[in-house]
């Protein structure tokens, strides 16, 4: 390791994903800090509906196993985790943290939270000051939902990532900061970076943090790009970039762990999510991937350099959560003979009885798994080509506005296991609760009007 460089690794590519690749890289010491991206505008709506149940959750509940294992063993170890899995409620889950590693008595960690993002009570001063939040897509103003908002939160960037490892934090757990802002928050305060100065080093920072932030997609995983795939997935080894002061970095992974590292697997990532590579937006930076270079220095690894950076945006992105009301579906699965024309005839049926009785269902929707259950219902079926399917299976989904409709809704069609087609297979669970669907609207916002704050304490 170079001495002007400094090694980040990428462990954690969603909420839920797998804790074993990072603890491995904590056991071998291959990074200085380990970046966990938790956050989606999806797992904005899984923890906003956790803390509809609890006001005491809200964050990513994966830190509370990590609290146990990774965290200790990167302290340890000298190894700085910072990660937005605070998710819409860091203040608690640095509480939490702190109260599992005093538990195990592990003492000392200084753990930030970061806040801030949420402007929920702030919607309305927003539009009096003359912002109508418009949708990003189709123009419409905030004032034209009818529907409550359930969270609303700002992508926020790099200055108190900064700001809390320039006070001492080992755990960072943020809330809404854009996921390769994580990593550039590090670089800057490593390298004492300037947010406002040298934009092709902070768009290189961005592009680094992007590069990890998906964890194992940048070393082998989901990658058409090396199909067959012919390396061990069942240990796949995540990312680490090691990062010099100009912005280059050199990724490589772990040699014990699975997977691979390769300029097809970088480039592939690269591009993951990415709009315009001449003008990809974050909060502190705008980002041209059209002239970086990717290349295989040896196995496994990768050198990356070539970022330009463009004046940042002048607003940010603000996603609002709307309770639009509830989901309720059923799955059930029908087998040769005449698989598909059964399933045909059992959805003519469920629509059949849900008419007679009248129920307030705002929406319905069914889908022939493996023929349009990915694509849609309108991709066209050939009959013809389904006469000797071996088996179909049908996923029913309805959207209504009352919890008790949907239970009462697949209750009524309960009776089609023996009056329907014959050979219905159905998974189990009918008429279980209603799941609450809520929708995201995407507007952009001023700066000035979200105050972000650092709070830190210490387990």
């Known amino acids: 390791m170079a001495e002007d460089s400094i090694r980040i ?23 200085d800090y380990i970046v966990h991206d938790a956050l989606a505008e999806l797992t904005l709506s899984i923890l906003q509906k956790d803390k509809m149940r609890d006001p005491n959750l809200g964050y990513a509940r994966d830190i509370e196993f990590m609290a146990k294992t990774l965290f200790p063993l990167a302290y340890k170890n000298g190894i700085r985790i910072v990660t937005n899995s605070g998710g819409l409620n860091p203040e608690i889950a640095a509480k ?3 109260e599992i590693l005093s538990a195990q008595g592990v003492s000392g960690v200084k753990i930030a939270s970061i806040s801030g993002d949420d402007v929920l009570t702030k919607l309305d001063e927003i539009q009096d000051r003359g912002n109508n939040l418009a949708h990003l897509d189709n123009g419409e103003p905030f004032s034209s939902v009818e529907y409550q908002p359930t969270h ?15 006070q001492g934090a080992d755990i960072i757990l943020a809330g809404r900061v854009a996921d390769p802002c994580l990593t550039l928050g590090i670089l800057a305060h490593h390298f004492k970076w300037d947010l406002d100065g040298d ?14 932030e998906c964890g194992g997609q940048a070393s082998g995983g989901n990658a058409y790009s090396e199909w067959p795939m012919d390396y061990k997935l069942s240990n796949l080894g ?10 280059s970095a050199v990724f490589s992974k772990l040699e014990s762990q699975g997977g691979k590292m390769s300029r097809n697997t970088l480039r592939e990532q690269l591009v993951y ?8 937006l974050t909060p502190d930076v705008t980002v041209d991937l059209t002239e970086v270079k990717i290349e295989n220095l040896e196995e496994n690894k990768v050198g990356f350099s070539g970022v330009k950076g463009k004046p940042r945006p002048e607003k940010l992105k603000l996603t609002i959560g709307l309770m639009e009301g509830y989901l309720s579906e059923q799955f059930f699965f029908m087998s040769w003979p005449y698989a598909y024309k059964k399933a045909v005839k059992m959805v ?4 059949e009885i849900w008419t ?19 694509h849609g219902a309108g991709i066209e079926i050939d009959e013809s080509q389904v006469e000797d399917i071996n088996e179909v299976g049908v996923r029913l989904c309805i959207k209504h506005k009352d919890a008790k409709i949907g239970k009462l809704a697949m209750q009524s069609i309960v009776c089609l296991g023996l009056n329907g087609p014959p050979g219905v297979i159905s998974k189990p669970g009918w008429g279980k609760p209603s799941t609450a669907m809520l929708s995201l609207w995407p507007t952009l916002v001023d700066r000035e009007l979200v105050q972000e704050r650092v709070e830190i304490i210490t387990s």
């Open 9 to 31: 690794a990428g462990g954690q590519g969603f909420y839920g994903d797998s804790p074993m690749a990072a603890i491995a890289i904590a056991q071998a010491m291959a990074a």
């Open 238 to 247: 995540y990312p680490i970039a090691e990062v010099s002061e100009d912005g």
């Open 96 to 98: 939490k943290v702190a």
């Open 152 to 166: 609303a939160n700002v992508y926020i960037g790099a200055h108190s990532v900064i700001e809390a490892l320039d």
């Open 199 to 212: 934009l092709d080093k902070l768009a290189s920072g961005i592009a680094i943090g992007h590069l990890l």
């Open 348 to 351: 003519e049926a469920v629509k």
């Open 273 to 280: 999510e990415i709009h315009d590579p001449a003008n990809y």
């Open 356 to 374: 007679s009785l009248g129920l307030p269902l705002d929406r319905i929707e069914h889908n022939f798994i493996g023929l349009n259950g990915i």
